[in-house]
């Protein structure tokens, strides 16, 4: 029933519109008319399903080079698929992540300028419009589980909200991603509605896991303890069909941006096995996908919104925080292994995501990459911009930022004010460390100048792949500086960001 | 049929509920009780016309002392009725004053931490509960006319919008207060709808003047031209039924905190135009107001959202910003033209209308000053506090203030920033003149000290009126600032204000 797609050159339609194969075949360019006459036919467009985890970085997933963790089943995906090498986040803080990854247009022109949740309310422009509303009017079945924190709601709209929570409770359903899938099931092999008896549908599948554990107090506010690990959601007993995945703090790999503490050790090895619950999370939902026939006509998608929960990489936009895993199984691939080292962002996951669904008329920011997935040697993909403002409401720190593959250029607007810790990373046990033992240095970095910095920060990534020779006011890079710049402004200016005014006026 | 409230101690109800007169006179403190059985009589509780004027600073208001400005119908209303001497507005940027104004809370309570429009986007919480909601709710009937501002609409619902803009479009009706009037003509004098024949209203009344004009070009945007003065909304042939009132810069007050300059007083004397505008706006009301027989019946409070669009006083917590017309004409006065000298601020507005319209169970953070109108010397009413978090997105600038009798502190969260201008007060002539000219006076500060302020400004505003002595180092006032750093941070805790946070980390 569900052709597949590679088969190309079969005039296709669903009940709210027709389809133009413009190239059959892999390479195929859909343009959807949604206002066309409506036909019942077999659709051959893939199911998506799109996993968000929370806070994972890099680092910490086996197929990226950690030998240390074990996520079989992310590798399996990468073994199955496509591996990103260069796949970068625009914005490091959850709410705004996701409404890029969403939307395909970056945080500062969508309007979620920060966290949504309780008192940090950012939400995005009642006129944009996101990725589930265009598919589910391009005919897809959209559904939702787990973690959201995007509004509002009827701007970032599904059809249906599958049982789970997206709560950071730890008796949470989101931090538990075997459960999640199972609560996905009926939605997986639904293969009739009123409608049509073959429309292809799109998941959106994100956990809690790995992020930071908040306990929550009786007036509802959190409650940090930073004289001991977080646990990560981790608990006692563990949580239903989950495997016990336990780490020795010994065992663990401490990247270059973290210290080689104890109290680090011991904070990875929580965090490890959060990791690891989500990569069941993953198995589990891949076997249903299996189960229902329709593993091998789903895209899968793979990624975080952001980096690691520890200072040094979420809420910034050094390496730790913005490159990220990026893991992508096509319905149908040539190259299981591939390792495609292209520059994308999760700005263009949206417009890559449409056009796989045949909706190719919408402007977006990003673009879309889905005919260079499985090519060698790309040309064209070899830089991203970032730009990244708020997290908490109190936490003003605007970033933007020019990534290419061998320099970073990073404009810190509010340079003057210290650099704002978010509440659950300053309370970690990781920093409270740092501060009792009054070391002066984290990771590369001297603490000092994690938190103090300057306006420019230029790096030269082959070189100093720690970021941590500011090339800025070196003359030999003057000319690279000024590149960058006027760069940067101009994509600031293209994006409608509020903040390029910054440029002239502080 | 409107029984006026001094002749008090009749026990009166609305369709949608029972009032019950504690005590009689007017001193009465009524409860009101909306799910008792509705009773259909007349409705003796007074109308209530709310005049927000935009950015209509103190020392532009005849009866506040300026002899060179023609406002007569204002002043009627002080001679009326009762001017404030001591009144604040809790924050100095329109949609967060508003907020302030409407909701008797906070913004940094309400949620409205900046500007609302374009791509500021701040909003309120959805389960604030505002005052025309309230009022509402109470049985009172509903109208805002002119300058909203605020969101979500279903936050700060009015039963009616009145015909006449709220855009900055020297076109619009906003800029013809007049007008303005004439379209609530048949909203004051309607007697009877479906559910009762003496319902009384509630009219919000918010002009565009004395707001800078923005112009705006084709791509939306607006146009800035700081080579002239601003025109702030006048017009060649003027407005409908207006009275011109022009002015010469030769004869306008120039106050202490602006720069005694051509380009300035150029400024205030178009502003000085627009002023009288809104002043015969407020005349064309009391007219049908007394026209409809309502005149006696109606408490009217005249405002502003902030201070005076220059810098030194809009956008900024000194006295210019926050310290500003107030004057409440009382269904009946027994003091007629008597000075309240009170501290009260805006977050009191709602709280004391709701006395007023007999709504006493709802929690607010102001109080009503209801009872002490008309009071000489009161007491426990000698301070205030004011919150400013943000104007435009990009204006981070959170301040903190208590402000006493005689001490005022100003907590600069973000100190390390410059200050930030709002683009159409950097753009004014009046800044751009001072910055052609390298003028490092603006006022009674240097424009450097404008700029870059220390994290707390202590001054005493009985020897220093104009806020340029900062005591705050001085070790005479080490436990003034001390005092008075623990009665800021309290009121932070009280009203769960986010930025509380930075007193412990930065």
């Known amino acids: 029933m569900h052709t597949n797609y590679t088969l190309g050159g079969i005039l296709t339609g669903v009940l709210l519109g027709i389809y133009s194969w413009l190239s059959p075949g892999i390479d195929y360019n859909v343009t959807y008319h949604p206002k066309a006459t409506a036909q019942l036919r077999a659709d051959s467009r893939p199911n998506i399903v799109l ?14 080079g950690n030998t240390a963790i074990r996520t079989p089943h992310i590798d399996q995906l990468a073994a199955d698929g496509i591996r990103f090498s260069n796949a970068f986040c625009t914005t490091a803080s959850c709410s705004p992540s996701r409404s890029v990854l969403l939307t395909g247009l970056h945080n500062h022109t969508n309007g979620m300028y920060g966290l949504e949740h309780q008192v940090h309310h950012f939400n995005s422009f009642d006129t944009v419009r996101s990725l589930p509303v265009l598919l589910e009017q ?39 991603p075997v459960e999640m899938a199972r609560y996905c099931y009926d939605f997986l092999k639904e293969k009739s509605d009123q409608r049509s008896d073959a429309r292809p549908f799109f998941l959106y ?37 989950v495997g016990d995945h336990f780490y020795q703090p010994r065992e663990v790999k401490v990247p270059t941006y973290l210290p080689d503490t104890k109290a680090c050790r011991a904070e990875l090895a929580q965090y490890y096995e959060s990791v690891s619950r989500i990569d069941q999370g993953v198995g589990r939902l891949v076997d249903y996908l299996k189960e229902a026939g329709q593993y091998d006509n789903t895209l899968i998608i793979y990624l975080s919104d952001n980096g690691a929960p520890f200072p040094g990489s979420k809420t910034t936009l050094y390496e730790p925080g913005m490159r990220l895993p990026f893991i992508v199984k096509l319905p149908k691939s040539h190259k299981k292994g591939f390792v495609q080292d292209a520059l994308i962002s999760w700005v263009d996951v949206t417009p890559t995501l449409l056009d796989f669904a045949g909706v190719t008329n919408v402007a977006k920011q990003g673009r879309s990459f889905k005919n260079i997935i499985e090519q060698e040697n790309v040309t064209g993909w070899d830089e991203v911009y970032a730009s990244h403002s708020l997290h908490e409401i109190t936490m ?23 650099f704002p810790m978010a509440l659950d ?12 033992t009054k070391q002066n240095v984290y990771g590369k970095r001297s603490a000092n100048a994690f938190l103090n910095r300057p306006k420019f920060e230029l790096y030269d990534l082959q070189a100093d792949p720690d970021e941590v020779k500011n090339l800025a006011a070196n003359p030999k890079y003057t000319a690279t500086l000024k590149r960058m710049q006027e760069k940067l402004k101009r994509f600031q200016q293209q994006t409608r960001d509020p903040w390029v005014s910054k440029w002239e006026f502080e």
Chains 1, 2 share one sequence.
């Not at 994100?206 to 940090?224: E, L, M, W």
Request: glycine fraction near 12%; charged fraction near 20%.
């Open 138 to 176: 391009a005919g897809y079945r959209t559904a939702r589980i787990g973690k959201f924190h995007v509004a509002p709601e009827r701007t970032y709209h599904f059809q249906q909200v599958l049982k789970g929570g997206g709560t950071n409770d730890p008796a949470s359903i989101g931090r538990s």
């Open 396 to 418: 003003y720190y605007p970033m933007r930022v020019l990534r290419e593959r061998q320099y970073k250029l990073i404009y810190n607007v509010a340079h003057a004010l210290p």
């Open 205 to 241: 599948f994100a956990s809690d896991d790995p992020h930071r554990s908040n306990t929550v107090g009786s007036d509802g506010k959190p409650i940090f303890d930073g004289s001991k690990p977080n646990v990560f959601g981790n608990r006692p007993g563990g949580y239903p069909q």
């Open 425 to 436: 990373l300053y309370n970690s046990f990781t920093w409270q460390d740092i501060l009792r």
């Open 51 to 64: 996993i968000v985890a929370d806070d994972h970085g890099r680092e910490a997933v086996g197929c990226y």
